[in-house]
């Protein structure tokens, strides 16, 4: 296959990013059609993509002629449900994370999958195409600071005095689903993919109380034990003063490493009366901007090629498991098992 034909559905912020992206940096893409039950974000689209045929629904959207694949940048509660509909529809499909709210859903869509291995099905975990998480995964490989036994990582986004995401709380999953969804699927690929055993969490509203109400918390904090001694930690902010934040720490017995200790925007560095320091990133697009290129880029390849892809969909479980498992911690008060 020469090009692949896309469907994008789901215009806002990040689907747009992924319809630009394959507009202008993805060889081998095209997008044909567009979908979203908005009207405005089909403007949106008529203006940007004027070649693509533009549907208010899903299935209108998997009718059209020549569609090839599917990325989807929807609601999370949506996710499962839609990825079948693409599969029975013979169409390969890209999802953004997670894979779904509860273990039943991920488990149907693993189903569904099986039974059509002439696609691809892939969930957007894009810290795993970051330059920088790739030279430290290499690194492990190659034993150079030995066998490592514990990962600290932490999601923190800029405080938006306006508290924009207190709305979408019902239906995100909470903190740990939203946020540390990247550094649970993180701490799994980099300890080696251990079967985790026990989590525990904890938490606090700092800033917005209203999340309160949904279960949820501006910041939570918990812990993973894996088999064979492993362990993680995740950290998860949403009132950050200086900017966005990933950061992750790989333990290991003859070294550490570290990705993202200062979220840096650029290398200039500020020498003034406040003393000597940088700008950082502000949002996760500006930090992982090359990131969601190459991840898509990978997706396009393996669709188009029939390569293999670098993640399966029980990666994708497993990072909901252990996420349903630590917002079950958070607001029962109790560890639970795995």
Same mark, same amino acid.
């Given at each position: 296959m020469s090009t692949l034909n896309l469907g994008v559905a789901g215009l806002g912020r990040l689907g747009r990013r992924h319809a630009l992206n394959l507009r202008e940096r993805i060889v081998g893409?095209? @997008?044909?059609?567009?979908?979203?039950?908005?009207?405005?974000?089909? !403007?949106?689209?008529r203006r940007e993509l004027p070649d693509a045929a533009g549907h208010a629904a899903l299935d209108e959207l998997l009718a059209e002629p020549g569609l090839d694949a599917v990325l989807l940048a929807t609601p999370t509660a949506l996710h499962a449900e839609q990825i079948i509909a693409c599969l029975d529809a013979g169409k390969h499909v890209f999802?953004?994370?997670?894979? &779904?709210?509860?273990?039943?859903?991920?488990?149907?869509?693993?189903?569904?999958?099986?039974?059509?291995?002439?696609?691809?099905?892939?969930? #957007?975990?894009?810290?795993?195409?970051?330059?920088? +998480? /790739?030279d430290a995964a290499a690194k492990l490989a190659q034993g150079l600071v030995g066998r490592p036994y514990l990962?600290?990582? /932490?999601?923190?986004?800029?405080?938006d005095d306006s508290g924009f995401f207190v709305q979408f709380a019902p239906a995100?999953? #909470?903190?740990?689903?939203?946020?540390?969804?990247h550094d649970i699927d993180l701490a799994r690929w980099l300890l080696g993919a251990p079967r985790p055993l026990r989590v525990w969490a904890s938490g606090v509203n700092a800033v917005h109380g209203a999340l309160?109400? +949904?279960?949820?918390?501006?910041?939570? @904090?918990?812990?993973c034990e894996f088999e !064979? #001694?492993?362990? *993680?930690?995740? +950290?998860?902010?949403?009132? /950050?003063?200086?900017?966005?934040?990933?950061?992750?720490?790989?333990? *290991?017995?003859?070294?550490?490493?570290? @990705?993202?200790?200062n979220p840096r925007a650029n290398r200039v560095e500020i020498s003034d009366r406040h #003393?000597?320091?940088?700008?950082?990133?502000?949002?996760? +697009? /500006?930090?992982? *901007?090359e990131a969601f290129t190459l991840e898509l880029q990978h997706f396009v390849d393996a669709a188009r090629l029939?390569?293999?892809? *670098?993640?399966?969909?029980? !990666?994708?479980?497993?990072?909901?498991?252990?996420?349903?498992?630590?917002?079950? &911690?958070?607001?029962t008060r109790q560890a639970v098992e795995l």
């Open positions: 893409a095209r @997008v044909i059609a567009v979908c979203s039950p908005l009207p405005e974000e089909l !403007d949106w689209a999802c953004e994370k997670p894979l &779904a709210l509860n273990l039943e859903d991920c488990l149907r869509v693993e189903r569904a999958a099986a039974r059509r291995p002439e696609l691809k099905a892939m969930v #957007g975990f894009v810290r795993r195409f970051d330059p920088s +998480y /790739q990962v600290r990582s /932490q999601t923190c986004d800029l405080n995100s999953g #909470g903190i740990f689903m939203d946020c540390s969804i309160a109400q +949904y279960g949820d918390v501006d910041n939570g @904090v918990a812990m !064979d #001694g492993k362990l *993680a930690c995740f +950290y998860a902010s949403r009132t /950050q003063a200086h900017g966005h934040e990933t950061l992750t720490e790989i333990f *290991a017995t003859q070294g550490r490493l570290s @990705v993202g200790a #003393g000597v320091r940088n700008e950082c990133v502000t949002d996760f +697009y /500006q930090r992982f *901007a029939d390569r293999p892809l *670098a993640l399966s969909l029980a !990666d994708a479980r497993e990072a909901t498991r252990i996420g349903l498992a630590i917002t079950e &911690a958070l607001r």
